[in-house]
């Protein structure tokens, strides 16, 4: 199996550092690769898309043709997690920064997503959060959006206050936390699981 790590920009060794540590746990044997180029998603079983800085990340991946290598491996079923501005990327909708920023989105769930939902006093925050199917689970939020709306076909995986902060459609995982940042892998062997769609 290999997974590719959007490196555009952002944390994505914490995500690659995460993946070879799931796939030592489950006993997959495979590989993970952080891209920047056109040409590795398409030859992977799954992707990841980092936090970081969305109009960055958006910016770039739809220059270099890797944003319809994204859509094309989701329409095949393969499982897509994206986390934080990965989250926002993922989204059909975004808030009025996301347009007034002109931030162009995948659309592969169906929800609307709001950027830096928990304002400046909150800039990064831990909670043990109850995620459906994982247990409890604790979420490190820094910056983070969070989805205000959630369409038809998206199971809502986990909320905190009054938003939803992790939800799935299918094979496509979105969560406004950062599972690469702690040492707990079950977000991580959930999602390498979700290729039965
Ligand atoms: N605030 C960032 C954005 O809107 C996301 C923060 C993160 O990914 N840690 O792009």
């Not at 800085?53 to 329409?75: P, Q």
């Not at 490190?140 to 909320?159: D, M, Q, S, W, Y």
Request: negative net charge.
């Amino acid at each position: 199996m290999r997974v590719a790590v959007i490196g555009v920009q952002g944390d994505v060794e914490e995500h690659v550092i995460a993946v070879k540590k799931t796939l030592k746990k489950l006993g997959i044997d495979g590989e993970v690769v952080a891209t920047r180029r056109a040409g590795v998603v398409s030859e992977s079983d799954a992707v990841i898309i980092p936090g970081g800085e969305s109009t960055t990340i958006s910016k770039l991946i739809f220059s270099d043709g890797i944003a319809d290598e994204i859509i094309e491996l989701a329409e095949s079923g393969k499982p897509v997690m994206g986390t934080c501005a990965g989250l926002i990327l993922l989204s059909k909708y975004g808030d009025e920064q996301v347009i007034k920023t002109d931030t162009r989105l995948l659309g592969l769930l169906n929800v609307r997503v709001k950027r830096n939902a928990f304002g400046r006093q909150r800039e990064s925050f831990q909670v043990e959060l109850d995620v459906k199917h994982i247990g409890r689970f604790d979420a490190v939020f820094i910056r983070a959006p969070a989805i205000v709306e959630v369409g038809k076909n998206v199971e809502v995986l986990a909320r905190f206050e009054e938003y939803v902060v992790a939800a799935q459609e299918n094979n496509i995982l979105g969560l406004a936390f950062h599972p690469e940042l702690t040492d707990d892998t079950r977000i991580h062997e959930y999602f390498l699981r979700l290729n039965e769609f």
